[in-house]
T-cell receptor, first 113, second 113 residues
């Protein structure tokens, strides 16, 4: 069964600190992995997308890594800001399944001053 | 929110009533999608459409209906057959082809009176 699991479910950090969010997946055959940021009550916004051959992708203070062998990805946030408070969703696409995405349940991040 | 608009932002439904959620995009995207988001769960696909006048059921289509009369519009009707409609509904769109990122609208929160 295609699944995407994220950890932790929620996380509280102080402003300026770094943090790392985890994503494990069992989607096969793997096509690509995306990280989305979703502010409360808003639609998700894409942060990064990685294919099988990519190990790292950065977008400003956000850096995503992918280990296709262990089927794990992480999202590292550097020097957190209050505006980083949101839910971060890992989404995996199965190759050949037309536009079929498997969504994780998200990690809710709260950045406190 | 990338050129995708959803209305209304909040919607209240009475017992036995059908309600329609609007989704419009000006990105000239071929494909459009409807997702449902519940607390503690990943987004679940309700319906999707890859071309005008054609659409496919997603994982949880029961109690919902859609139409795609125009490329830019993909309205979702929540019928009285949907017994647990309270949720956050997200519309998304993208171009067809491998790896195309889905862009999400701001969402509609549906509540049952």
């Amino acid at each position: 069964k295609n699944q995407v699991e994220q950890s932790p479910q929620s996380l509280i950090i102080l402003e300026g600190k770094n943090c790392t969010l985890q994503c494990n997946y069992t989607v096969s055959p793997f096509s690509n992995l995306r990280w989305y940021k979703q502010d409360t009550g808003r639609g998700p916004v894409s942060l990064t997308i990685m294919t099988f051959s990519e190990n790292t992708k950065s977008n400003g203070r956000y850096t995503a890594t992918l280990d296709a062998d262990t089927k794990q990805s992480s999202l590292h946030i550097t020097a957190s800001q209050l505006s980083d408070s949101a839910s971060y969703i890992c989404v995996v696409s199965a190759y050949g399944a037309t536009n079929k995405l498997i969504f994780g349940t998200g990690t809710l991040l709260a950045v406190q001053p | 929110d990338g050129g995708i608009t959803q209305s209304p932002k909040y919607l209240f439904r009475k017992e036995g009533q059908n309600v329609t959620l609007s989704c419009e995009q000006n990105l000239n995207h071929d494909a459009m999608y409807w997702y449902r988001q519940d607390p503690g769960q990943g987004l679940r696909l309700i319906y999707y459409s890859q071309i005008v006048n054609d659409f496919q059921k997603g994982d949880i289509a029961e109690g919902y209906s859609v139409s795609r009369e125009k490329k830019e519009s993909f309205p979702l009707t929540v019928t009285s057959a949907q017994k647990n409609p309270t949720a956050f509904y997200l519309c998304a769109s993208n171009n067809l082809g491998g790896g195309e990122t889905q862009y999400f609208g701001p969402g509609t929160r549906l509540l049952v009176l």
